[in-house]
């Protein structure tokens, strides 16, 4: 159907909708039912079985199934039965970790969908962009993206940018009249808006016309393929450590098995003695717990209201160095409040907090009625005509729909019994002349109940001034002389000083040739000003005192005066002086060397646009810095896509910053940023803990075989033994050392560099000396139970299966500290804890369970035998704390 052709009533009936109302529940349930949910079709994920199977698309283990094989025919069907059901119990675990890390990315998408506002049930409300239906009614402005195919309804300064569609560089206006003709070309429908582009200017209200696949969107790409997996700089390095780990493994084991056999053992038995020993050493698990371990810290960052986007912001976000940050709502509430009114050269205050609309007025400390103030109650009501903000009670809360700023200017008419409906009864708004930040003013054109029209103006006090030629002074008009100037921007610095938002207000008599257009706010008569102040968030000042101790430096980047980012930042302890802080006029003058150079020294950026901002990305990456910066703003996003981590606000922020972003405050708090970056410290200091526990275990399975083979001794373990360990040691002790907590000291330590290799900071040499020493006293334990018993080699090698095993999962603690394993409490990972447990649970079982016993060749162990077990295994871990400790001491 050719919405384009219809009037708003002709479309209203088409689709059996409401403009004044919206859909109902009931539906929007039977229209979903024919449409289906507002999505582009997708490449569907590989099916359950097919991930399954996939476990087992490997080299070693076709290696290994045909070792088994071999052992089969010979005869050995227990080992192979006990191999085959190894490789299955891995293969489970694989799929196990796989589908959660895929699950908890959906989760991050569904989280991270864009968002539209709906009218339902007569109610504006937030809803995914995916529960839309045909009929809705839509409202956006400047900075959303159109969620579905809508016919405009109305259309307020409205352009729209639908390169995406047309290839159309240049914005659209956009318009709400019926347009002629059939076969109109896409790039030609004025008004119509497409789903998935984007508004720059503006707002406007359409019905839904089309959703999903029936968009003109959907008609472009029949289907939406989603881009393969993205890998973060850690995984590919860990992938490309992981070929180099496995060419080492490889030729180890070929030593292994090349001297087994030199010393006179079978070449069956150790062709299944290398295979088992290589399935062993290899990390393959490594790529998939990494990607567990983000997954999982990702998940906790949702839970501290940090949603990410992007993964490779978690290892980024232990690199940063700045933080550029918003000021309102992100380091203060984002609760405007008017606490002073002035006009004429009256000062008055307000008492309340927030949106709740209960406070009183005193001038001089003495209370008054507005009622009985003339220009008082002016100020007031001009301040709730001019104006879309509304204020809501909700869940005993009172919350703005609409500008913070606006909000306070509705809250502060309603403590003087001012209410926009009794309003609306006595004044007709007939033409408006909507906010924009070039102008930094709004309008309102106005006829009262006798006839007589006029311009109410509220904006920037100094735009204002400009405007305006005549002044309210002791409620009588005159001219807007320089000494009523003086005492004006006397009373703005006095309320900036207190870090107190300003908005004037002014208004203008219309005769009949004055009242078309932006003439009308020429010559108006300034009443005065309302001074409102966000105050900052309680954990904010914490949040940078621990963000300075970790190294990084807070920079706060507002629109505002410097004035009154001055105020706040003197608060958080952001800036200690004024050197400290630069305007965006002496921004704008200077070279990009001089920025980069005042950059180092200066902590608050005031009165800038957002377009400054990506110049102060790029004058702080030039200087070497790692930079997050935060924005909400369409303006916002090439500064958030340049910075380092862009990070965008979840309840502000518009759909186009949410996508330039890595991360999403969904919370839109600065405290949540100083989390995520613990958080994201942490992550990575957990993958390097288990790179370090897997690396080190590995290397002592190797080394014991390799000793025992060197000193001409039998083997220490046999095959089935060998995968038995890898099995219980390496996947829930490494996947529990993701879950473990952030070190005390995380937030103390300067940030790592982002070219810091894996090995760093002595992480190899602890790999080495550990797995070392863990296979050392393996071999230890078996010699000297081996010369006890002589005659009993499976007495000795299952207490080198014993000693190995406890070594490992005793060496796991080890790594939870940088230091010792005295340097953190054993039992504040209670995961680690349970998965240790069940791991030396399992170890005992196939020790002492008769129907075990022959299949992984062990027989039951004398307590003499476990006190060399234990003494030997603790040994690598406590030797070492013993030596840090000394080393403290001295």
């Not at 373990?717 to 995380?746: H, S, Y």
Request: hydrophobic share 45%; with cysteine; aromatic share 6%.
């Amino acid at each position: 159907m050719n919405f384009h052709q219809l009037k708003h009533e002709e479309v209203e009936s088409q689709l059996q909708t409401s403009v004044q109302r919206g859909l109902t529940e009931e539906e929007v349930v039977k229209r979903r039912k024919h449409s289906g949910f507002n999505e582009l079709q997708e490449a569907k994920l590989p099916s359950a079985w097919l991930v399954f199977f996939q476990q087992f698309n490997d080299f070693m283990v076709f290696v290994l199934v045909a070792a088994t094989v071999i052992s089969a025919i010979m005869g050995e069907y227990i080992d192979s039965i006990a191999i085959l059901a190894i490789i299955f119990i891995n293969g489970v675990l694989g799929f196990l970790q796989e589908r959660k890390a895929e699950k908890s990315l959906q989760a991050l998408k569904e989280l991270s969908a864009p968002q539209a506002l709906v009218l339902r049930n007569n109610e504006w409300r937030k809803i995914p962009s995916k529960d839309i239906v045909p009929g809705d009614i839509l409202k956006f402005s400047a900075g959303d993206r159109i969620g579905a195919d809508v016919r405009l309804l109305e259309a307020v300064n409205l352009e729209i940018e639908e390169s995406s569609m047309t290839g159309e560089s240049v914005p659209v206006e956009k318009h709400a009249s019926p347009m002629k003709g059939e076969a109109v070309a896409l790039a030609d429908l004025k008004n119509m808006a497409f789903m998935g582009t984007l508004i720059t200017r503006g707002n406007g209200i359409g019905v839904v016309t089309a959703v999903g696949m029936k968009t003109a969107m959907g008609n472009i790409a029949t289907m939406l393929q989603q881009a393969g997996k993205t890998e973060t700089p850690l995984q590919r390095r860990l992938e490309q450590l992981g070929k180099y780990l496995i060419v080492a493994a490889l030729l180890l084991t070929m030593l292994v098995v090349i001297l087994g056999v030199w010393q006179g053992h079978e070449l069956y038995t150790m062709l299944l003695a290398g295979v088992s020993l290589a399935v062993a050493a290899i990390p393959e698990g490594l790529p998939a717990i990494v990607t567990v371990a983000l997954s999982l810290g990702v998940q906790r960052m949702i839970k501290q209201k940090a949603i990410v986007r992007k993964l490779s912001a978690v290892e980024t976000l232990g690199c940063t160095t700045i933080i550029c940050s918003d000021k309102t709502g992100t380091m203060t509430q984002n609760q405007m409040t008017v606490t002073d009114v002035w006009s004429g050269g009256k000062h008055w205050l307000v008492s309340g907090k927030g949106y709740e609309p209960q406070g009183k007025f005193f001038e001089d400390q003495r209370e008054v009625q507005p009622s009985s103030e003339k220009s008082l109650y002016q100020l007031l009501t001009f301040g709730l005509l001019c104006n879309h903000a509304e204020i809501k009670e909700k869940e005993k809360e009172y919350v703005v729909q609409g500008d913070p700023t606006e909000g306070a200017l509705v809250t502060a008419a309603l403590k003087a019994g001012l209410h926009r409906e009794n309003l609306f009864a006595q004044f007709v708004i007939e033409e408006e002349i909507p906010f924009d930040s070039t102008r930094k003013m709004m309008t309102v054109v106005v006829k009262d109940t006798k006839g007589q029209r006029f311009a109410v103006t509220k904006g920037a006090p100094d735009v204002l001034m400009r405007h305006s030629h005549y002044i309210l002074w002791d409620e009588q008009k005159q001219l807007f002389t320089k000494d009523y100037r003086d005492q004006t921007e006397a009373m703005m610095a006095s309320l900036a000083s207190r870090a107190l938002r300003m908005i004037a207000i002014a208004y203008k008599p219309l005769s009949s040739l004055n009242n078309k257009g932006k003439t009308v706010e020429d010559g108006l008569t300034l009443i005065g000003l309302q001074g409102m102040i966000d105050p900052p968030r309680k954990e904010v000042k914490q949040a940078i005192a621990e963000c300075k101790q970790a190294g990084i430096k807070t920079v706060m980047i507002t629109g505002d005066h410097a004035q009154t980012a001055a105020a706040i930042a003197y608060d958080l302890g952001i800036a200690k002086d004024a050197s400290k802080i630069l305007d965006g006029q002496a921004l704008s003058q200077m070279t990009d060397v001089e920025l980069a150079n005042a950059a180092e020294k200066t902590t608050v950026y005031a009165r800038v646009s957002p377009e400054d901002k990506l110049k102060i990305v790029k004058a702080l990456q030039k200087n070497g810095h790692l930079v997050a910066m935060t924005g909400d703003g369409v303006n916002d996003a090439p500064a958030i896509k340049a910075a380092d981590i862009g990070i965008s606000m979840g309840i502000t922020g518009t759909d186009v910053a949410k996508e330039a972003s890595s991360l999403v405050l969904a919370d839109d708090h600065f405290a949540t940023i100083k989390a995520a970056v613990e958080e994201g410290r942490s992550i990575y200091e957990n993958i390097r803990k288990f790179i370090r526990y897997l690396l080190a275990s590995n290397v002592g399975e190797i080394l014991v075989m390799l000793f025992a083979m060197i000193l001409a001794l039998p083997l220490p373990l046999v095959p089935i033994q060998i995968l038995w360990v890898n099995l219980v040691t390496d996947g829930l002790p490494a996947l529990a050392l993701g879950l473990d907590r952030p070190e005390e000291n995380v937030m103390k330590r300067p940030p790592r560099h982002p070219k810091e290799g894996v090995f760093a900071r002595g992480l190899g040499w602890k790999i080495i000396s550990r797995g070392f020493l863990i296979g050392a006293v393996t071999l230890i334990a078996f010699m000297i139970t081996l010369k006890e018993h002589p005659d009993h080699l499976a007495y000795a090698q299952t207490v080198a299966f014993a000693t190995l095993v406890t070594a490992q999962l005793i060496h796991v603690f080890d790594c939870r500290s940088e230091y010792s394993i005295l340097a953190r409490n054993p039992f504040g990972n209670v995961h680690l804890i349970a998965a240790v447990l069940s791991s030396f649970l399992l170890m005992v079982a196939v020790i002492y369970v008769p129907s075990l016993q022959p299949i992984f060749h062990t027989v039951p162990l004398e307590m003499r035998a476990w006190l060399l077990v234990v003494g030997m295994s603790a040994i690598p871990t406590f030797l070492l704390a013993g030596s840090f400790f000394a080393r403290k001491s001295r």
